[in-house]
């Protein structure tokens, strides 16, 4: 008999908040979420043509009992009040634990309060440093005052309530993290103030500056033993593929110097998934996570568990959904990501190679126990 994960819990460790919008979704606003990046013309005439959007579409009808036809699908979500409708398919789920990252789509999204009161979830946020350090320019004078403050932040972060930390350095300068100088990070300091002076706002992407204040939330995690997630691989228009491979990071790890600071790399480093169940084998602090990746590369996702299980111990690898703006992202990356799972799970059993007992256990520890004892967080 086919193993059935639906009754083990899922701590999705890495997941953004939802949209506040309440009025209906036309289908080409509702194909958006089925894009990652996108220009207007693949969302708009090939996003209906991706096995992500058909098998949503008919996974979503057998949800709300409707035909399998998007029109008649946003119907009736547009017929279910959105605050029931995150209810029930977090629930449905399976997924009472969210570990969020808020910094992404800002006042668009709910607060960390809102969320709590809105969804059937425990929540506990993450700290997103690019973030964080653009507001720092833009409120201190000195590179002094601001990496000051950098320090302090990352440093308060958990008695802040925060459990663990996210950078986005991937997509801004990439993951060739490198030891910067002091004079080096503080001449960048200057060019990109004088950016924020001008414009009101900063986008902070001068690799020296991202580097060195990475550096230092390093030396932070390091002491802590406080989680850092790494976005890895595919996930953003602005991204530089080749430098969002996890195999920049192996200096970091090589080094010695962050030993004791868990590295969560994000997305499977999708497509790089095998470097990265390479690197989750060899350094006791690098885990896998699959979030985005699963449920983005639909009939791709038993292959990237077996990819996952080739190398890496099931006590490395981390469930998440990377789900953002609506609650359906996260309802299809449970089932996915379960169902896919599953799949390889029971290939397992049929070598002989784990039994039955000890394939739920895997799943168990993938799908929320690793999270849980990583982020020092109930499940
Ligand atoms: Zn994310």
């Known amino acids: 008999m086919a193993l059935d994960l639906s009754s083990l819990p899922i701590l999705d460790h890495h997941c953004h908040s939802l949209l506040r919008r309440e009025t209906p979704y036309s289908a080409a606003e509702f194909q958006r979420f089925?894009?990652?990046?996108?220009d207007d013309g693949i969302v708009a005439n090939h996003t209906p043509n991706t096995v992500f959007f058909r098998w949503a579409i008919k996974e979503l009808a057998a949800f709300f009992d409707c035909a399998p036809a998007t029109e008649v699908v946003l119907a009736a979500r547009a017929a279910t009040p959105s605050a029931n409708l995150a209810a029930r398919m977090f629930r449905d789920a399976n997924i009472p634990v969210l570990l969020i990252d808020y910094g992404y789509q800002g006042a668009e999204t709910f607060s960390h309060d809102e969320m709590k009161a809105r969804v059937p979830c425990r929540i506990e946020p993450i700290l997103r440093l690019e973030t964080m350090a653009q507001e720092l320019i833009l409120q201190h004078e000195t590179f002094d005052q601001m990496v000051e403050a950098f320090v302090a932040t990352v440093e308060g972060a958990r008695a802040a309530?925060?459990?663990g930390l996210k950078s986005i350095i991937a997509y801004r300068t990439g993951l060739a993290i490198?030891?910067?100088?002091?004079?080096?990070?503080?001449?960048?300091?200057?060019?990109?103030k004088e950016r924020a002076r001008r414009d009101g706002k900063v986008r902070l992407a001068d690799k020296p500056l991202n580097?060195?204040?990475?550096l230092r939330a390093l030396e932070v995690a390091e002491k802590q033993q406080l989680p850092i997630q790494f976005h890895t691989g595919f996930g953003d228009a602005d991204l530089d593929m080749l430098l969002a491979n996890p195999l920049h990071m192996r200096p970091l790890f090589e080094s010695g110097q962050y030993k004791h600071a868990p590295f969560v790399l994000l997305h499977a480093s999708y497509p790089y998934v095998r470097e990265l169940s390479y690197l989750a084998s060899l350094y006791s602090n690098v885990w896998m996570d699959v979030g985005l990746a699963i449920p983005y590369v639909t009939l791709d996702i038993p292959a990237l568990w077996r990819q996952a299980f080739s190398l890496a111990p099931t006590s490395k690898v981390l469930f998440s959904t990377d789900a953002y703006s609506i609650p359906e992202i996260f309802w299809l990356a449970a089932r996915w990501g379960r169902w896919?799972?599953?799949?390889?799970?029971?290939?397992?059993i049929?070598?002989?190679?784990?039994?039955r007992d000890e394939a739920i256990e895997a799943a168990r520890q993938i799908l929320g126990e690793n999270s849980a004892k990583l982020y020092q967080v109930a499940l």
């Open 211 to 214: 580097d060195y204040l990475v």
């Open 178 to 192: 490198r030891e910067t100088g002091k004079a080096e990070a503080a001449e960048t300091f200057a060019k990109v």
């Open 340 to 348: 896919g799972l599953a799949q390889v799970l029971d290939e397992l």
């Open 350 to 355: 049929a070598i002989g190679a784990f039994n």
């Open 161 to 163: 309530g925060h459990v």
């Open 34 to 38: 089925f894009s990652e990046g996108g």
